[in-house]
C-alpha cells in the first residue's frame, strides 16, 4: 500500500552492544506496564569455537510491515495501517482485546495490556514524531545501531544509511501464502545459517528479559533482500526483490512499493 | 511515631503483592504527584507545569547531560542533553531509567532511627530534629571521650564532597574513607607519576589501533565514551580487546585475546620490547618529551614475546604482530588504561606499562590529551576558616603504610580492617554518606564485624541499602532528581544539577543535611550559605553567569582561562616520567618490572568481576525497570571445566573462597577461559528493605580476599582463587 510517508527503522547490527538503553527508554516512554516490553535484542548467542568467538545483537520490535498479517485478522478494525504514516496502530478505544493480531504477528511484536484488556505494541512513538522528535529507542541509542526516517523522502538518514550499505538485509516472513514485507532494515547482519531453526526464547526466565516465547527464527526465516555489491546464490523471486529495491533506492523514487 | 519493621517483609510475600501489584505497574502508575516549585519559579515550565528542565544524571559517575521532561508537575521521562559532552544527546539503560530510582517504592522518606538489635532492619521514624540532634550529640560524646580521629567518615566520588570533606576534617578527623582503591587506585597513582594527572584524556575522533586491556566499555558504559569507541570502529578502527572473559566489548572487537589472569603486564612489557627492538617509536617525542627511555629500554630487553607467550598464553607471534601493528599505527593508537586493568597485586606496574606504551609511540595530541579535570577552577566558594591540625594517625595507612597513594583517595580496605584490629587506635562511630561498605569492600564478614565494634553508624541514602541496614540512624537523602548539587566545571563549561521535583517525603539535599549537621557539631563556619541556590550564587559570583541561565540552559561557558601548554607535564621533570625518580626514592622499582602473580591450586579458579550494562557496581539493582530488563546474575564457567565437575547449566553450585561462600545459579559458557570463573557483579543484596534486589543473585563481597597493592594501595579484586561444587 502506497503512503504518503513511509517510516522505516534502519538497525545497524554491528553497531549494537545489547546496552538496552533502548529497551529502558521504550518503556518509559510509552508507560509499557513492568511485565510487558514492545522491544526486545535479539541475542545470537555464542557462535564459532574457542577463542574464535562471535555474538551479535539483533535489535527489533513491531516492524509496520507494508503487508502487515496483524491487520489482516482484527475483528474490530483497531489494528490499522496509517494511511499517511505507513505505521501500523492500534486504535485502542475500539480494540476489543480478543487478541487474535497477537497470535497473527510472526515477530511476537504484540502483547495483551490485561490492565486495561487491550492490545499494545510499537507505536514508532507517534507522539515524539508529530513534535518533531526521534522515536525513544532511536534517540538515545549509545552504539548508534538504530536510525529512523522516511524511506519516502531521499534525504532521511534512513534513506541515506540504506543507499550507502553494501547489504540489506528483513527479517522476512512468508507464510499462510502471505509475505509480510516488514519494515526495519539491516545492516551487516552476520551469517545467520548458523541460527538454529529450534532456536526460541522460551528458556529465559520471565523475570528478566521478557521475550516473545512464541516467535521462533524457523517460522519467520532470514532472508536476503537487497545485496546489490554482494553475490550470493538466491532464489529468481528474491533476486527480482532486491534489484526491484535496489532499484528503488538508486533512484529514490517517491512510491517506494508500489 | 509509628514503627516500620521492614524485615517483616519477605521476599515471597513481596513477590506475592508485587504479582498484583507492582511488577504489572507501569512507571507512570508510581508517580505521585510532587510539584516542581523551584522550576516553575525559574519559568522552566509552562502554566500547566510541563517543559523540559535540563540537569545531570547520577545513576553512575559520569554525569551525562539530562533533559527531564515534565507534564503537568510529574517527570516522565529523562532525554540525553544533545549540549552535553558526556551524554550527546543520549542516555545509557541506567540513565534512562533514573526517573524509575527516584520514584523507587522503597525510597526511605523520613529520618530513621534503629529499634531492634543492630542489622535487624527495625527502626522507626523519627523527625530531622531528633535525628540531628542525636547524631550530633553522639558525635561530640565519641570526640571528648577519644579524640575527633575516633569518628570515620566515608563516602562515594560525588559533587558535594566539599562539603562532606568540610564535615570530616572540620570534625578533626583524618580517617576519610573514598570507594577509589576499590577501583583505579592503580590507574591514577600510574598516571599521575608518569603524566602528572590522574587520567588523561581519551579522544577517538582520529584512532586506528585501539589496545584495551580489560576495559569492558560496552558493559562498563560510560555513554560518550562507548559511543565513541562504536563509531570508531564502524569507521575501521582495529581494537584489540585483552580479558579472560569473552564480553560484549570482545564481541565488536577485532582480535579477542583471552589473556591469563595477571598477566597483562607481561604482555605489555613484550609489547614494549617489540616497539623498541625494532624502532618503531617516535623518537623525537621521546627525545624531547620523555626521561628515562634508555632505563625501560634496557629492561625490557629480556621481555621478548617469547617470554610473555609462555606467561600470558597468548602466542609469541601474535604478540609480536599486535607491537608491530601498534608502532605502525604510532600516534593514531592508543592502549586503554582501563580501571581496573589486572585488578592483580601487579596492576600499579601493568598501569605503569600501559602509559609507557602510549608515550613511546608518541599519541599525545593526537588520541590522548591533557585532561580538564574536575578542580573549582574559576569557580568561587563561600568563606571559610583553615581546618584544625590534626595529628592522629590514619587508619588507612596513608601516607605511613602507602605513600603513593593521594590523601583525597585512600585506602578503604585498610581503614575497615585497621577498624577491626583496633590498631593503631580503636574508632567508636563511622558517618557513611551514600556508600554501600558492606557490598563493595573485600571480605564482607569483616566488614560486618567492624561495624559490630561501633557506638555509633550513622548513613545517608536514599534507599536502605544493604549497609544502611547496620545503621543506627538513616538520613534520607533527595534523589539527584530532587535537588541541587554544588556546580562542576570541565573544561570551559560549568554544568548544573537542579531539582526537577520537589523532594518527596522529607528527603532533602547533602548540602542542607551537611550544613544542619556541620551546625550542631559547631562547626557552622565551614558552611557559609543559607540554602543550596545561595550556596551556588557564591559559585558563580567570580564567573558573573547568571544563575538563571545556567538553570535554563544546563550548562553556561566560563570565562576563558589561559590556555596551557598541552606538552608540560606535572612530574617533577616536567616530563613524562617513564623512568620514575619519585618511585626509585621509595625504594620502589622506578620502571615496571615483571613478577609472578600468585595463581590458583589445582582444582581452584580464578574469581573473576566485571560489570554489566543495565547497573551501576551495587546501587541500582532496586530499580525495577532495570529490574526488568537485566539477565538472570549466575557464576560463568567454561563447558570443560564444569563437565569434569559434574555441573550443568542452571545448577545451584557452591563457591567457596578462603573467606567465604555463596550459591548462585551456574551458566555454562565458551566465553570463559577453563581457569576462570566469573560472578556477576552487584548483587546479593543482604538488605530486605530492598524489596526487589534482596535475593537476587550473590555477592562478590562474600569472597573476594583482601590483598592490597603495596604502591597504589588499590585492591586486588581478581585475586581470589575459589572451588566450585554442585550445591
Ligand atoms: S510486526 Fe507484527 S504487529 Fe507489527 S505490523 Fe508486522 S505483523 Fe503487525
Ligand atoms: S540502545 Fe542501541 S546499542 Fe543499546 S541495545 Fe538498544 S539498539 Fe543496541
Ligand atoms: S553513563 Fe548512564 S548512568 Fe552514567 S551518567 Fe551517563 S546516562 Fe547516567
Known amino acids: 500500500m502506497a503512503t504518503k510517508n513511509h517510516y522505516a527503522f534502519v538497525i545497524d547490527v554491528a553497531r549494537c552492544i545489547d546496552c538496552r538503553a533502548c529497551l529502558v527508554a521504550c518503556s518509559v516512554e510509552n508507560n509499557v506496564p513492568m511485565d510487558h516490553t514492545r522491544i526486545w535484542v535479539y541475542d545470537q548467542g555464542l557462535q564459532g569455537t574457542w577463542p574464535d568467538l562471535s555474538r551479535a545483537f539483533v535489535p527489533y520490535n513491531c516492524m509496520h510491515c507494508d503487508n502487515p498479517p496483524c491487520t489482516e485478522v482484527c475483528v474490530s478494525g483497531a489494528t490499522y495501517k496509517d494511511a499517511t504514516s505507513g505505521l501500523v496502530l492500534v486504535d485502542q478505544e475500539a480494540c476489543i482485546g480478543c487478541g487474535y493480531c497477537v497470535a497473527a504477528c510472526p515477530y511476537g511484536a504484540r502483547y495483551i495490556d490485561q490492565s486495561r484488556g487491550v492490545v499494545d505494541k510499537c507505536t514508532a512513538c507517534v507522539q515524539r514524531l508529530e513534535v518533531g522528535l526521534q522515536p525513544a529507542c532511536v534517540a538515545t541509542c549509545v552504539g548508534k545501531s538504530r536510525l529512523f526516517g522516511d524511506l519516502n523522502d531521499p534525504t532521511s538518514e534512513a534513506s541515506l544509511a540504506l543507499k550507502n550499505a553494501m547489504s540489506v538485509t528483513r527479517l522476512d516472513y512468508e507464510g499462510n501464502g502471505m509475505d509480510a514485507d516488514p519494515n526495519i532494515f539491516y545492516l551487516n547482519l552476520p551469517d545467520t545459517s548458523s541460527i538454529k531453526a529450534s532456536d526460541t526464547f522460551g528458556q529465559v526466565p520471565q523475570s528478566t528479559l521478557p521475550r516473545p516465547s512464541q516467535y521462533t527464527l524457523s517460522e519467520a526465516g532470514w532472508k536476503k533482500v537487497a545485496i546489490p555489491l554482494v553475490a550470493v546464490a538466491m532464489g529468481a523471486t528474491f533476486l527480482a526483490q532486491a534489484i526491484f529495491f535496489t532499484k528503488q533506492l538508486i533512484e529514490g523514487e517517491k512510491d517506494f512499493e508500489d | 511515631m509509628p514503627k516500620t519493621d521492614v524485615s517483616q517483609l519477605s521476599r515471597r510475600s513481596f513477590l506475592k503483592l508485587g504479582a498484583a501489584t507492582a511488577s504489572a505497574l507501569a512507571v507512570g502508575q508510581f508517580i505521585a504527584p510532587p510539584v516542581a516549585r523551584a522550576a516553575r519559579q525559574a519559568h522552566l515550565l509552562d502554566s500547566n507545569g510541563s517543559g523540559y528542565i535540563s540537569t545531570m544524571c547520577e545513576m553512575c559517575v559520569w554525569r551525562c547531560g539530562v533533559r527531564a521532561k515534565v507534564v503537568e508537575e510529574k517527570v516522565v521521562k529523562l532525554e ?416 548544573i544539577r537542579q531539582p526537577v521535583i520537589e523532594p518527596q517525603g522529607e528527603a532533602k539535599s547533602a548540602l542542607w543535611v551537611y550544613k544542619e549537621l556541620g551546625t550542631r557539631l559547631g562547626l557552622a563556619d565551614f558552611f557559609q550559605y543559607k540554602d543550596e541556590v545561595d550556596y551556588i550564587n557564591q559559585q558563580l559570583a567570580p564567573t558573573g553567569i547568571p544563575l538563571e541561565t545556567l538553570r535554563l540552559h544546563g550548562n553556561a561557558t566560563l570565562p576563558t582561562s589561559t590556555g596551557s601548554d598541552i606538552y608540560e607535564w606535572s612530574t617533577p621533570s616536567g616530563k613524562v616520567e617513564l623512568f620514575s625518580s619519585l618511585l626509585e626514592k621509595a625504594k620502589f622499582d622506578p620502571v615496571p618490572i615483571w613478577t609472578d602473580p600468585p595463581q590458583p591450586k589445582a582444582g581452584e579458579f580464578y574469581l573473576l568481576t566485571g560489570k554489566v550494562g543495565q547497573h551501576t557496581q551495587f546501587g541500582t539493582q532496586n530499580n525495577q525497570l532495570l529490574h526488568k530488563y537485566q539477565d538472570v546474575p549466575r557464576l560463568w564457567m567454561a563447558p570443560e571445566a564444569a563437565k569434569s565437575l559434574g555441573l550443568s547449566d542452571w545448577d545451584t553450585v557452591q563457591v567457596t573462597s578462603p573467606v567465604g561462600t555463596v550459591q548462585v545459579a551456574l551458566q555454562v559458557t565458551d566465553a570463559m577461559r577453563t581457569d576462570c570463573v566469573y560472578l556477576t557483579p552487584g548483587f546479593g543484596h543482604l538488605s530486605m528493605a530492598l524489596r526487589t534486589a534482596y535475593g537476587v543473585g550473590a555477592s562478590d563481597s562474600v569472597l573476594h580476599v583482601t590483598y592490597t597493592d603495596p604502591i597504589s594501595g588499590g585492591q586486588a579484586l581478581s585475586q581470589t582463587f575459589v572451588s566450585v561444587k554442585k550445591a
Open chain 2, 80 to 495: 540525553g542533553n544533545p549540549d552535553h559532552p558526556h551524554s550527546k544527546g543520549k542516555l545509557c539503560a541506567r540513565g534512562q531509567s533514573g526517573l524509575m530510582t527516584t520514584y523507587d517504592p522503597d525510597r526511605v522518606l523520613t529520618p530513621l532511627i534503629r529499634v531492634g538489635k543492630r542489622g535487624e532492619g527495625k527502626f522507626r521514624q523519627a523527625s530531622w530534629d531528633e535525628a540531628l540532634d542525636l547524631v550530633a550529640e553522639q558525635m561530640l560524646s565519641i570526640k571528648s571521650k577519644y579524640g575527633p580521629e575516633a569518628m570515620v567518615f566515608s563516602s562515594t566520588h560525588n559533587l558535594s564532597q566539599p562539603l562532606f570533606e568540610n564535615l570530616l576534617y572540620g570534625f578533626g578527623s583524618p580517617n576519610y574513607g573514598t570507594q577509589r582503591s576499590l577501583c583505579f587506585n592503580a590507574m591514577i597513582v600510574a598516571n599521575s607519576i608518569t603524566y602528572g594527572m590522574e587520567e588523561p584524556a581519551r579522544d577517538y575522533s582520529q584512532v586506528k589501533y585501539i589496545i584495551l586491556t580489560g576495559r569492558n566499555l560496552t558493559e562498563a558504559i560510560s555513554t560518550s565514551e562507548t559511543s565513541d569507541l562504536i563509531d570508531s570502529i564502524s569507521g575501521g578502527a582495529k581494537v584489540v580487546y585483552i580479558d579472560p572473559r569473552f564480553t560484549k566489548t570482545a564481541s565488536k572487537a577485532t582480535e579477542w585475546l583471552p589473556i591469563r589472569p595477571g598477566t597483562d603486564l607481561a604482555f605489555h612489557l613484550a609489547m614494549i620490547n617489540v616497539i623498541i627492538a625494532e624502532k618503531l617509536y617516535d623518537a623525537a617525542f621521546v627525545d624531547k618529551y620523555t626521561l628515562g627511555f634508555d632505563q625501560v629500554a634496557s629492561l625490557t630487553m629480556s621481555t621478548t614475546p617469547e617470554w610473555a607467550a609462555t606467561l600470558t598464553g597468548i602466542e609469541a607471534g601474535t604478540i609480536r604482530r599486535i607491537a608491530e601493528e601498534f608502532g605502525a599505527a604510532g600516534k593514531y593508537a592508543l592502549a586503554h588504561n582501563g580501571w581496573r586493568t589486572s585488578n592483580f597485586i601487579n596492576s600499579f606496574p601493568t598501569e605503569r606499562a600501559i602509559s609507557i606504551l602510549n608515550a613511546v609511540v608518541g599519541n599525545w595530541g593526537t588520541t590522548m590529551f591533557p585532561s580538564s579535570g574536575e578542580g573549582a577552577g574559576v569557580l568561587g566558594s563561600p568563606p571559610q576558616p583553615a581546618y584544625p591540625r590534626i595529628s592522629a594517625q590514619r587508619l588507612d595507612g596513608v601516607p605511613w603504610m602507602y605513600p603513593f597513594v593521594p590523601l583525597k583517595i585512600g585506602v578503604f580496605q585498610q581503614l575497615r580492617d585497621s577498624i577491626v584490629a583496633g590498631t593503631p587506635y580503636e574508632p567508636h562511630g563511622w558517618f557513611i554518606s551514600r556508600q554501600n561498605p558492606v557490598q563493595s569492600l573485600p571480605d564482607r564478614q569483616k566488614t560486618l564485624e567492624a561495624f559490630q565494634k561501633m557506638d555509633l553508624i550513622v548513613t545517608m541514602d536514599i534507599l536502605v541499602n544493604d549497609t544502611d541496614w547496620f545503621s543506627d540512624v538513616v538520613l534520607p537523602e533527595a534523589s539527584y532528581l530532587e535537588r541541587y548539587d554544588p556546580l562542576v566545571p570541565m573544561g570551559n563549561q560549568v554544568y
